[in-house]
Structure formats: C-alpha cells, structure tokens
C-alpha cells in the first residue's frame, strides 16, 4: 500500500482536493485510487468522490477505469488526457492484467515504423473492448500464452512500460496481420525492424508456433534480408505437413508454392 503525501489545509482548516493533486505532482506523482485521496484528505468518501468527479469533469483528471484517477498535466488538456502510454502500466495494474505495449506500438518504440500508430497496441490475456480517452486510443489484443512472449521495460516520462523485444514484435507482426495494416504494411516494418533482430532469439521467440515463423521468414525475404533469412531458416525446426496460406486473411485460392517455406503464396506483397 503506498502512503501519498497528505493533503495541505486550506486557511479555514479545511483540505483541498485541488491543492492535493499539486502536492502530488511536485512529487512527481500522476496517478491515485479513490481509496488513497479519502485516507489523504479524510472526511466523507461521497465528499471526496463528488470533489474529484468535479475535476474530472473540469479536464484535470481522467478516470480510465472506476476507482483509478491519471493527473492530466496542463499541456495535455486541449488533449483531454496524457498520451496512454504514460499511464498504461498503472492502468494494467489496476486491472490486474498482465500485458506488453506490442505490434505496431512496440515496433515505434524500437524506432522501426515509419508512421505512428494512432492508438496504443497493448497486448494482454483478457479481451476488452477499445478505449477512447480523450483523443487518445487503447486497443487491447488477446495472446493465450503471454507468459512465453520475450518482453523488456523501456521508461516513459511517467515510469517504465513493458515492450515486447523486437524479435517478439516482429512475430507478432505477422502473427495480428490486420492490426498491423495486413501483409504489405507488416513487411515495411519488418523490413525496418531487421538489423535489431538476433536469429537465436528469433528462433527461440517462435517456439513452437511454426506457422507464424515461416511466414515471417518469407516476408523477410521479400523485404530483401535474404542472408537474414537463411541464417534464421537453418536454425527453425523441420515443419512437417502440408503447405499453408502465407495470408491468413485471404482466401485458400490455388497459388505457387514456396518450398523452401512451405507457403502457398495466396497473395502479392507490395510493401511500401
């Protein structure tokens, strides 16, 4: 449980809720629950609450989910909020949700896309439906085994964030094509994300997931990093079975098959 500075008192002897949230950002702080601003500034919870609704209410705060309020700095509030990254692992927390910042978001973070993306990818366990908090977006991706996804802490302004390494981002790439702008756009950032790219923890990152290694490894190719590419095919396991559709998204219709990955190539790559 943490202990919050307590609230400053007002000439009449009474607390403020506004010279409270001061107090805490000169301590750096951006974030409380409506438990620790009650036992902060004492008095009736419905008071404390009907204060900090008024604020909100106001642009000072935002509530992203109930009983978890984010400090919205001055020169966020034509924004209606703090960029979501500033608050996504208080957030997480509050949920109780594991989760890594990844796809698209973690592969401009790594400095490999060449556009921004307009809402903040997080991937997790559970599935929730697209937050909108002021201008800014959260999409929430479901992953099973998260457990298993290579992950690295990178700082924010407001604290730290976990990233998915490149070497996960750039399976999950391939692997959540169509959050990711779909084949064409994937290998562009692909393409941009391969000199971070370790072929040992590549191979390892793809585990058992077969499908999405090839597929990976093809596209690779195309986007020209052919000595990556072999380097990283002699190192995956022999896959067995018949070839699969390098596009998951469109349909199994009869193409050429790519033998040294095993793909039907149902679709054309244009990256840009």
């Known amino acids: 449980m943490r202990t919050l500075p307590a609230a400053p008192s007002l000439p009449s002897g009474r607390t403020g809720i506004s010279r409270w949230i ?27 609450q009907v204060g900090l609704s008024r604020l909100a209410a106001k642009g000072v705060l935002i509530r992203p989910v109930k009983g978890l309020y984010i400090i ?3 020169e966020h509030r034509a924004l209606g909020a703090p960029p979501p990254l500033w608050y996504i692992d208080t957030l997480m927390q509050r949920l109780d949700l594991p989760y890594y910042v990844g796809i698209l978001s973690a592969a401009a ?33 479901v992953k099973r085994h998260l457990a298993n996804s290579a992950t690295q802490d990178m700082a924010t302004p407001t604290g730290k964030v976990h990233v ?17 702008g779909y084949l064409d756009n994937v290998t562009t950032v692909i393409s941009d994300l391969a000199e971070l790219l370790d072929v040992d923890r590549l191979v390892q990152a793809a585990g058992s997931d ?9 596209l690779l190719c195309v986007a020209g990093h052919d000595v990556l590419a072999a380097d990283y095919r002699a190192r ?16 199994a219709a009869a193409g050429e098959v790519d033998p040294l ?4 190539i149902n679709t054309t790559i244009d990256p840009d």
């Open 72 to 74: 919205v700095a001055p």
């Open 22 to 48: 001061q107090t805490l950002q000169s301590h750096g702080l951006q974030d409380f629950t409506v438990d620790e601003a009650h036992r902060a500034l004492g008095g009736s919870l419905q008071r404390v």
């Open 109 to 141: 973070l790594h400095g490999a896309s060449s556009q921004a993306p307009q809402e903040l990818q997080v991937v997790t366990t559970t599935y929730r439906p697209l937050k909108v908090v002021g201008r800014g977006r959260i999409r929430w991706v």
């Open 210 to 218: 077969l499908s999405t290694a090839w597929r990976l490894g093809y």
């Open 164 to 180: 998915s390494t490149p070497e996960t981002t750039a399976l999950d790439l391939v692997r959540y094509a169509r959050h990711a």
């Open 236 to 251: 995956l396991p022999v896959r067995r079975g018949a070839p699969i559709r390098l596009d998951v998204n469109a349909p």
């Open 261 to 264: 990955w095993h793909l039907i």
